[in-house]
């Protein structure tokens, strides 16, 4: 039994050899920096361009037109296609996919997470979307994508789906074609974006929040959860619902986010004269801010004329106008 043994390690030795040979001489390229490493089992494309402290796992894919940023970290099974570039420290996290091999491209900045088996930079699901037409999507930096997350690239030549920086997307979130998201916004388990939809800056959804097409939301708006949002959520309000309604103003986020008393105050007064007014005579809402565009004292506060502003764009004729509100409705 042990001459067999041996006989057999000595038949299997050769095939051994030759096959790490020949994974590492494929891989040669990327060898010129010692930090570098690379699986034999991973499928690393020659002409890919490998920054120094680059490490990827086992059953990975790099193809040919990609571009590692220094210190990026590729966990085992995860894949990158087409004209896809990451910059300097991100992460792939198992059976995440980034890119895909459609005209265009996906650039990712610095620091970024893609958490399991989240697939970003893909073919958008707009049926309008021509075969063979330059699609894009670019997020910065110090993104966390969590797992199970969708992001798709844009549906046409002419636009791009947008992401900032510093933005925590939690587990299965979707983040359709054509989307405009800014800087440290918090998306909650399962929130749905459909295209076109456009997120100022350090806004918050509740798990399972939808949002309808086109529609804006303001900064600092908290949305809560189970909401469906069908019109435009202005700055520092809140909604929830079925059908999204007004709820007052986020107070709890714009204390956390540095707003003064004196501002909250204001902001508070503000909501309450537009939405809540108790003048014996009714006005309209296009009234009732006109009215309160000639109320220096409120109207001189940047943050009370930023909310004004943010309700008068919601009206344009582009955009959806803004959710239902009710006038017993206290903020």
């Known amino acids: 039994m042990i001459s067999l043994l041996k006989a057999r390690e000595k038949f299997l030795s050769p095939l051994f050899s030759s096959t790490i040979r020949r994974l590492s001489s494929s891989l040669s390229y990327s060898r010129e920096d010692s930090e570098v490493f690379i699986h034999p089992s991973a499928d690393v494309h020659p002409n890919a361009v490998i920054g120094k402290g680059v490490s990827v796992g086992p059953y990975c894919t790099i193809g040919s037109s990609v571009k590692l940023g220094n210190g990026c970290k590729l966990y085992p099974s995860s894949h990158i296609f087409g004209n896809t570039e990451l910059g300097e420290s991100c992460v792939l996290m198992p059976g995440a996919v980034v890119g895909d091999e459609l005209p265009g491209y996906t650039v990712l900045g610095c620091n970024n997470v893609i958490g399991y088996h989240a697939v970003v930079g893909v073919k958008c699901q707009d049926l309008k979307y021509k075969s ?24 046409k030549l002419s636009d791009k ?171």
Not at 145 to 152: N, Q, T, V
């Open 132 to 155: 063979g037409d330059e699609c894009f999507l670019c997020i910065g930096d110090n993104n966390e994508i969590r797992e199970f997350c969708s992001i798709h690239r844009s549906s």
């Open 161 to 331: 789906t947008v992401i900032g920086d510093n933005n925590l997307i939690m587990g299965s979130c979707h983040i359709a074609h054509d989307c405009k998201i800014g800087d440290r916004n918090i998306f909650a388990n399962n929130t749905l974006l459909a295209g076109h939809v456009t997120v100022e800056d350090y806004t918050h959804t509740a798990g399972a929040t939808v949002i309808h097409q086109f529609c804006h939301i303001g900064s600092f708006a908290f949305l809560g959860g189970g909401s469906v949002v069908s019109q435009d959520v202005p700055k520092y309000m809140m909604v929830t619902g079925e059908r999204a309604e007004l709820r007052g103003l986020n107070l709890e986020g714009l204390r956390r986010n540095g707003f003064t008393m004196s501002e909250m105050k204001s902001l508070r007064a503000a909501y309450r004269k537009i939405f809540m007014s108790t003048e014996t005579v009714s006005l309209s809402l296009e009234e009732r801010l006109t009215k309160m565009e000639q109320d220096q004292d409120l109207y001189s506060v940047p943050a009370v004329s930023a909310m004004l502003q943010s309700i008068r764009d919601s009206f344009t004729e582009t955009r959806r106008g803004i959710c239902k509100f009710r006038q017993w409705l206290d903020s």
